[in-house]
């Protein structure tokens, strides 16, 4: 059976360490606020111009006046600091942001992604996807595996337009968990009712199985 989208985002929650500084974009990136492992502390950047980002408020607790960068309603916590896009970006640009979650349209098994633009359709702008995957230290992709068409997201190259080049470390599918390598992407975990068998059929790009692969524990 695969994964749900906040089981997807729970699996990413678990790369999460102590101390670090995280950007969640926007999509199923942003629910992995809501599952951060007890004990460890992490202060969430939003690049709309926040530090110190909490969960997503109950409903009725809603504050029109704090959002994320995808302009969902969210909560600060004790400490938190708001300020303008321009110290944000500062903020990205300068390597400051430990780890950021994306999503994405495809990714391509030598770390290429491609999740701002498919041509031919009206967008707002590609936001801060450009700058983030430039500068921060560690990317991960949380994503379907196959888009609406049943056609893989894991490809040899990208064919959309790209954002970033070579930045991708590991992706959290409904299927499993890839690390990007020079062999193409390494599946580490699949998800429960998942075969390896369905991960091979539906992944398009270089695909190795490592030696002590497992079922994700969820």
Not at 9 to 31: C, F, H, M, S, W
Not at 147 to 164: D, I
Request: net charge negative.
């Amino acid at each position: 059976m695969a994964l749900n989208k906040e089981q997807i985002a729970q699996r990413i929650a678990k790369e999460l360490k102590d101390g670090y500084y995280v950007n969640l974009g926007i999509g199923i990136p942003t629910l992995v606020a809501n599952y951060i492992p007890e004990g460890v502390e992490v202060v969430l950047q939003s690049e709309n111009g926040l530090l110190g980002m909490g969960p997503f408020p109950f409903e009725g607790d809603e504050d029109p006046d704090l959002i994320n960068a995808g302009k969902q309603t969210i909560t600060t916590l004790p400490g938190s600091s708001i300020f303008d896009s321009a110290m944000s970006f500062g903020m990205i640009r300068g390597g400051k942001v430990d780890l950021t979650v994306l999503g994405a349209m495809e990714v391509a098994d030598n770390g290429d992604i491609a999740n701002w633009k498919i041509p031919g359709k009206m967008v707002k702008g590609m936001g801060g996807a450009m700058d983030l995957v430039a500068a921060a230290k560690n990317i991960i992709v949380a994503m379907q595996h196959t888009n609406p068409k049943g056609e893989s997201k894991l490809l040899p190259k990208c064919t959309l337009p790209l954002t970033g080049v070579h930045c991708v470390k590991k992706i959290v599918t409904d299927l499993g968990v890839f690390e990007v390598t020079e062999e193409g992407f390494r599946c580490l975990e699949y998800a429960p009712g998942v075969t390896i068998e369905e991960i091979k059929a539906k992944t398009a790009g270089r695909l190795v199985i490592a030696d002590d692969v497992k079922e994700m524990a969820v």
